[in-house]
């Protein structure tokens, strides 16, 4: 079982910054790949980012690339998400998770992760 908390999200203006985190129990953290998605009121959960479990490998939507950058500290067991130039568009509730499937690379669809947090929210006023 992996439980997982995130932090960090609040209320922004438009084109400022955020950083969240996610801190994850177990002691396999490290061995699986994580992931951050988000949805805002309405919509289908979508896919922001998702580092693998070495941190050698990222994935971004186009949505938010060149904005927004995953990062992992094994030792701390704890996944980051440093979202800049935020927009409107922007907010949602975002989640982290983990994916303990071995893969080459890191999958960007939600039903692929086994464990999922509570969600923070994000809301970028313009």
């Known amino acids: 079982q992996v439980q997982l908390v995130e932090s960090g999200g609040g209320l922004v203006q438009a084109g400022g910054s955020l950083r969240l985190s996610c801190a994850a129990s177990?002691?396999?953290?490290?061995?699986?790949?994580m992931g951050w998605f988000r949805q805002a009121p309405g919509t289908e959960r979508e896919f922001v980012a998702a580092i693998k479990w070495s941190g050698s490998s990222t994935y971004y939507a186009d949505s938010v690339k060149g904005r927004f950058t995953i990062s992992r500290d094994n030792g701390k067991n704890t996944v980051y998400l440093q979202m800049n130039s935020l927009k409107p568009e922007d907010t949602a509730v975002y989640y982290c998770a983990v994916d303990r499937k071995l893969r080459p690379g890191v999958s960007n669809t939600a039903g692929e992760y086994d464990y999922w947090g509570q969600g923070t929210q994000v809301t970028v006023s313009s």
């Open positions: 177990g002691r396999t953290f490290s061995s699986y790949a």
